[in-house]
C-alpha cells in the first residue's frame, strides 16, 4: 500500500506484534543511583523491628487459647466458691487481670494476711504469759524484749 506522496505504509495485522527495541547499557551514573537506592532500601528493611513475637514452643505445645482475656472470672468459675473469693481478694475480674500473677506471687499475697494475725495473736497472747502449743520460747523472748525496750 502507498500513500498519496509515493511512501509505503505498513499495517499491521490483528497477529502482528510490534518488536522491542533491545535496552541501551544504563550510564555510570543511572547505576550508581540505582546502587544507592537499593542499598538504602535493604537498610531500611533491616531496620524494622520484628512485628510481633515468635510463639515460643511452649506456646506451641498449649494450643489455641479457649477464653478470651476478656473472660470474666466470676463465669468461668462460677462453680468454685474459694476461687472466687480469691479473685474478689486480688481485685481481679478478668482471665488478663488474673494472668498478670505467678502463682507465688498469689500464695504470698494470700498469706500475709495470715502470718501477721498469727503473728498478733502470739503477741497478746505472750502479753497475758499465755502461748500456743510449742510456742513457750516465744514468749520467754517477748518477755526479754518487752522489759529491755
Known amino acids: ?3 498519496a506522496s509515493g511512501e509505503r505504509l505498513t499495517t499491521f495485522g490483528a497477529n502482528d ?10 550510564t555510570k551514573k543511572a547505576a550508581r543511583t540505582r546502587a544507592r537506592r537499593t542499598s538504602a532500601a535493604k537498610k531500611a528493611v533491616k531496620a524494622k ?3 510481633r513475637p515468635v510463639a515460643t514452643e511452649d506456646a506451641a505445645a498449649i494450643g489455641r ?11 468461668l468459675f462460677k462453680e468454685d466458691y474459694h476461687a472466687r473469693q480469691i479473685f474478689e481478694f486480688l481485685r ?6 488474673l494472668e498478670q500473677f505467678t502463682p507465688q ?6 498469706s500475709q494476711p495470715i502470718q501477721k494475725t498469727v503473728e ?11 502461748h500456743l502449743a510449742g510456742d513457750e520460747s516465744f514468749v520467754v523472748e517477748f518477755k ?5 525496750a
Open 65 to 75: 487459647v479457649l477464653v478470651t482475656q476478656e473472660e470474666k472470672l466470676y463465669m
Open 105 to 110: 506471687q498469689i500464695v504470698k499475697l494470700l
Open 120 to 130: 498478733r495473736i502470739r503477741q497478746k497472747l505472750a502479753e497475758k504469759n499465755r
Open 49 to 51: 523491628p520484628a512485628a
Open 1 to 3: 500500500m502507498t500513500s
Open 17 to 26: 506484534v510490534a518488536k522491542k527495541k533491545p535496552a541501551s547499557k544504563p
Open 144 to 148: 526479754h524484749r518487752g522489759t529491755h
Open 92 to 97: 481481679v475480674e478478668t482471665v488478663k487481670d
